[in-house]
């Protein structure tokens, strides 16, 4: 009697897991494999709002601010604030030469990133590819002064469009997309995320003065 509650027991152990058991399984797993890539999602959105605010906008800060206190144009001379201003951007204007004249009258520049300077980042796209990215301030005669975000990848720009526009197409508002930063042209929409930023492809911020 007893040898035979042993075998019985030895045959319901080595049924193994039930179809509704192992469904059970794969749902788990599903989800936590679901909450890992929404989790990445996440952490990728607060990287590029981060690097939005500590960058784009601490330097556009830092121009309205330096108009605002002395009347002229950030940038608007590459080495001499008292020299003769046009009222254009300078785009050959250094880290240290925008430094120097936010310093002169009392302002604090934004501060340098991990790259050691305050107008260069690092930010690695959803193709897995580490990116540069260089902010200067720049002048079009169609479009006026404004911010050029050099080495942007087109899923950052889409992200930094949602944050200043609300919308990410590139064409409208604030913050749009130039595939050609030497002479912008408007109305042209994001490539997709999947395509390789080209290297003269930019963010281009207008700037109000």
Not at 79 to 102: F, H, K, M, V, Y
Not at 165 to 175: A, F, Q, R, V, Y
Request: proline share 3%.
């Amino acid at each position: 009697m007893l040898e035979r509650m042993r075998n019985r027991l030895r045959r319901s152990n080595d049924k193994g897991f039930t179809l509704i058991e192992m469904a059970i399984v794969l749902i788990i797993i599903g989800i936590i494999i679901g909450a890992v890539i929404k989790g990445k999602d996440v952490i990728k959105g607060a990287e590029q709002k981060k690097l939005y605010t500590k960058f784009v906008r601490e330097w556009q800060i830092a121009y309205n601010n330096y108009y605002d206190r002395t009347g002229y144009i950030l940038g608007d001379d590459a080495s001499d604030d008292n020299a003769i201003r046009n009222g254009q951007c300078n785009p050959a204007a250094t880290a240290g030469n925008l430094e120097a004249q936010l310093k002169r009258v009392g302002l604090t520049p934004p501060s340098e990133g991990p790259t050691g300077s305050s107008l260069v980042r690092t930010y690695t796209d959803s193709l897995g590819v580490q990116r540069t990215i260089t902010l200067a301030f720049d002048y079009n005669a169609t479009i006026g002064n404004f911010m050029r975000i050099a080495g942007v990848s087109n899923d950052l720009g889409m992200a930094w469009d949602k944050i200043v526009d609300d919308i990410m197409d590139g064409t409208e508002g604030e913050l749009k997309y130039a595939a050609d930063y030497t002479a912008p042209a408007t109305n042209i929409a994001w490539p997709s995320a999947e395509t390789a930023p080209t290297a003269t492809a930019a963010a281009i911020v207008s700037l109000e003065f």
